[in-house]
């Protein structure tokens, strides 16, 4: 249940703006690949192109290819809706369905694409999408309250489990912990480190100890100046670019020099 | 205010934190504003009554000034210009609360007073069937019935075009096409009833002849006023639902229409049956187009396209117009719709609270 997705020449646009350019990398299975970068960068932007969210902004498109075991994600007969399906995607901010459960927002994958699921089923998914999520102890006794009666850390590993529910290939955070508190954000870490083992993961993070905590490669966004496009300066083990990046801007930007 | 009323009557020394910030000083006693209003009526009643022009108007108005000079200069001396402002704030704020209060209450007040002289449950249940002259019997079942039909109508054709006009504006519309219906819904919404009921008599005297007349007229016309009060209403309903809620939907690989189905309209159902409820209300009370199109009847038809029907508003008016016991037969007929547009009300807010976005308590 993990794949990898072999990006080339990719350039993003929003209508006329060019807003990242010739972006060509790799993301290993079973993997975590951290983005990082200054703010405007396009680290969300490249990051939802990999599931075809940049589609949801009106007049926002690609060129280039992204290969996701070998199979183009922009063809023409791929539609998004099954990429999406494929590709998880976890919010900068928590956003569980108020008008749902516990249960219901972690099933919300199947219910809301009507799917018929049995009891037993749905009871198994819950348990082990929450478990997964290191959730499960927290909430089991309170499954049927809404998903807005928990903390910030806990709706967003709800919203985890709602992502893993759905049993995805590649899971994208964007910055899934900036809206936490540090002991909350010390738990997602440890589930991204738990959810390795299956998930092929993309994250985006502003915080440099996370990057180098959870992330086995990392890929260092610039952008020249505001109106220019980002551009993948450069991608390498999290250790290299660490410690020996072969950029200067890229040690720069880790060492709080610019950015 | 609650700091007000907590603190003691007692004057205090001005106490000061480290930066030379007052925390208290000398406060009103809590019976003072009291005081102050009671001696403003008594002073009020005094001087009109001398220059002899007392009527409980004159005499509420002018004890309101006085009490407002009043409250607002012992407070300046007493307790310092901050509160000063405070309480003339608080005078002003409440006494505009009342003024609004006043037509809603008296309007009430008269039609229950005025309505309840006919009103029974044998009127709502008679329909004036063999009623002449100045006979007090008959009632309104008749044009009750016809006005349940005729808004039920006017709500079936409203509320899906409205539905599906504004997820179209806010989920898919944009450009010129977006545009120009936002326009021509903010034109629709300022048409009068009138014209509504001649378009509508005049599109069915075009299939039908000028003979033509039933409840499906009223109907149309009717969903003519009602459709961009829906559009608006849900539109703004839908655009409250944050944009967080459809990318989590989508990014699970849910279709487009799943989304808006099952998220963005389940999120914001409450508003959407308030809104609708706004909207019904906002026709089951149109006279004019109803008059035009679907006339006046004295027994019940329930065939909403064929032949007369009555309705609440075009009786009272009918009633109204009659004169004598036809006056009581027309308040107590407005009564009537008060209170079918009142429980309608209570029904929405049910429904609404059942669908309500689960607090996080
Ligand atoms: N919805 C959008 N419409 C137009 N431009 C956008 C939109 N979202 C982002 N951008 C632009 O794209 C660039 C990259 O933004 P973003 O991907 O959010 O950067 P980052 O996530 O690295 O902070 C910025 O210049 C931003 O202004
Ligand atoms: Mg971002």
Known sequence: MSKRIDVTDLNVYYGDFLAVEGVTMAIEPRQVTALIGPSGCGKSTFLRTLNRMHEVIPGARVSGKALMDGVDLYGAGVDPVAVRRQVGMVFQRPNPFPTMSIADNVLAGVKLNNRRISKSDAASVVEQSLRGANLWNEVKDRLDRPGSSLSGGQQQRLCIARAIAVQPEVLLMDEPCSALDPISTLAIEDLINELKEQFTIVIVTHNMQQAARVSDRTAFFNIAGTGKPGKLIEIDDTGTIFSTPSVPATEDYISGRSG | ?361
């Open chain 2, 1 to 361: 205010m609650s700091l007000a009323t907590a603190t003691p009557p007692v004057p205090t020394r001005p106490r000061s934190l480290g930066r030379g910030v007052q925390t208290s000083r000398r406060r009103l006693p809590r019976w003072a504003p009291w005081s102050i209003l009671g001696s403003a009526i008594l002073l009020s009643l005094a001087v009109l009554t001398l220059a002899d022009a007392t009527s409980v108007p004159s005499v509420l108005a002018l004890a309101a000034v006085v009490y407002a000079g009043g409250i607002t200069v012992t407070a300046l001396v007493v307790e310092g210009p901050r509160w000063a402002k405070d309480r003339l704030a608080t005078t002003v704020v409440i006494g505009a609360f009342l003024v609004a209060l006043i037509p809603l209450v008296s309007l009430l007040w008269i039609v229950v007073a005025r309505g309840l002289r006919l009103f029974s449950w044998d009127f709502l249940t008679t329909d004036m069937v063999g009623v002449f002259g100045s006979m007090t019997t008959g009632g309104v079942q008749h044009a009750i019935v016809g006005t349940l039909l005729i808004t039920a109508a006017a709500a079936v054709i409203s509320v899906p075009i409205g539905l599906l006009t504004a997820i179209y504006l806010v989920e898919y519309g944009r450009g010129p096409l977006a545009r120009a219906i936002t326009f021509l819904v903010d034109v629709m919404t300022g048409i009068p009833s009138i014209v509504a009921g001649l378009f509508a008599f005049a599109l069915f005297t075009l299939f039908f002849g000028p003979a033509y007349r039933a409840g499906i007229m009223g109907a149309v016309a009717l969903s003519l006023l009602m459709t961009p009060v829906v559009i608006r209403s849900v539109e703004e309903m839908l655009r409250l639902v944050p944009n967080e809620l459809r990318e989590a939907s989508l990014a699970l690989g849910v279709p487009k229409w799943l989304t808006i189905l099952k998220v963005v309209l389940r999120t914001a159902v409450a508003g959407i049956v308030t809104g609708i409820m706004l909207a019904v209300a906002r026709v089951i009370g149109e006279t004019a187009p109803l008059l035009i199109a679907v006339g006046m009847m004295t027994k019940t038809n329930t065939n909403l396209f064929e032949g007369r029907m009555a309705t609440l508003p075009v009786f009272a008016y009918n009633e109204y117009s009659k004169g004598g016991v036809g006056i009581d037969r027309a308040w107590a007929a407005a009564l009537t719709l008060i209170v079918i547009v009142m429980l309608l009300n209570l029904i929405a807010r049910f429904v609404s609270s059942k669908f309500a976005p689960k607090a996080a308590r």
